[in-house]
């Protein structure tokens, strides 16, 4: 794949002093290993790009200290007020100069060829509006695996296949600008799912592309919200995405039947969930009777249901959980 160099980037309109590429660094006190972020996007082969760096309101460290030190490729934004991490994305995003959006969380890293490697597929395809990437998931204890492991990726018209799989880390991703100047940013209202909710968007509008290697490093952390509360927040956003759905793709729920019955399917699987746990078995086994049909998981959970959650969920989570790569699943 030919690489691009700086002097050879394609003109967009924009002031030939605009970066090609503004990189989207969110952050909320940390300091902790946002050096090694920031340090994997200054050593990129690629040089034509700027940092937007948004600090949250409730901020206290010295990330935005940190950042400053940078210099002038890094703009630094201190938010004035507190919104969830898609809605202060979208804020971030609103600052950006370059003709491609990158996200980077300032947890995570990136490889010095990320850039140089996922431009050019914007170049050969018009129709390409998003690039993502393989992946390294790793975590405190030096346990990684490599994310299309897990996942298999697609390429070309995906949006149907996004529906029931999202093989897109975001931490890979670059965006064309025009895609989310036409589909519309991140939904604000949204704290887990934001970026699958927009790729789904992107998806139905724009082909999709990606490198078959890894181009980042994702850590992955132990979670400090609850089970309950995690069910209740993924089943809202669910919900929420379908929505969404329905006005990109009016027709979505007879051209894509199947796709939109596998969300709904999540859904009411996460409020069956949170029934069972709260002595509701009957609730529980009514909302996840339609799909008993549909898969194995979903037939096996129904037959459990009829049992205590406290005997039959919990020894099995604990189970899950030390399972020696569960945390990076």
């Known amino acids: 794949m030919k690489m691009l160099r700086e002097d050879e980037q394609p003109d967009n309109g924009l002031s030939r002093t605009s970066p090609s ?46 950042a400053k030190s940078y210099g002038g490729k890094l703009r630094h934004f201190k938010a004035k007020e507190k919104l969830p991490l898609y809605g202060a994305r979208n804020q971030a995003i609103t600052k950006a100069k370059g003709r491609y959006i990158a996200v980077l969380d300032c947890d995570d890293i990136w490889m010095p060829t990320k850039l140089e490697e996922q431009i050019p597929l914007f170049e050969a395809d018009k129709e390409v509006g998003l690039v993502y990437s393989n992946c390294i998931l790793f975590n405190g204890r030096g346990r990684e695996k490599r994310f299309f492991d897990v996942v298999r990726p697609e390429r070309g018209r995906v949006f149907e296949k996004l529906l029931f799989s999202n093989f897109i880390n975001t931490q890979t991703v670059v965006i064309r600008r025009d895609v989310l100047d036409g589909i519309g940013l991140f939904d604000g209202r949204l704290h887990m799912s934001g970026d699958y909710d927009a790729y789904l968007r992107i998806g139905f509008k724009w082909k999709l592309d990606y490198v078959n290697k890894p181009l980042a490093r994702y850590r992955v952390h132990s979670s400090s919200m609850t089970l309950t509360d995690g069910r209740r927040l993924l089943a809202r956003e669910i919900g929420l995405t379908i929505k969404n759905l329905r006005v990109t793709v009016p027709e979505i729920d007879t051209r894509y039947a199947d796709g939109i019955k596998f969300l709904a399917r999540r859904k009411d699987i996460q409020t069956s969930l949170m029934s069972w746990e709260a002595g509701d078995r009957k609730s529980a086994r009514h909302m996840i009777r339609q799909f008993i049909f549909d898969s194995i998981y979903c037939s096996i959970l129904y037959f459990l249901m009829f049992f205590s959650y406290r005997i039959v969920f919990k020894p099995l989570h604990r189970l899950y959980q030390k399972n020696p790569v569960s945390d990076l699943d």
């Not at 660094?25 to 690629?46: H, K, M, P, W």
């Open 21 to 66: 590429v503004s990189i989207i660094v969110n952050c909320l006190n940390g300091e902790q290993y946002l050096r090694e972020a920031l340090d994997s996007i200054f050593s990129q082969t690629f040089k034509d790009w700027e940092v937007i760096f948004w600090e949250d309101k409730d901020s206290t460290d010295k990330s935005g200290e940190i």
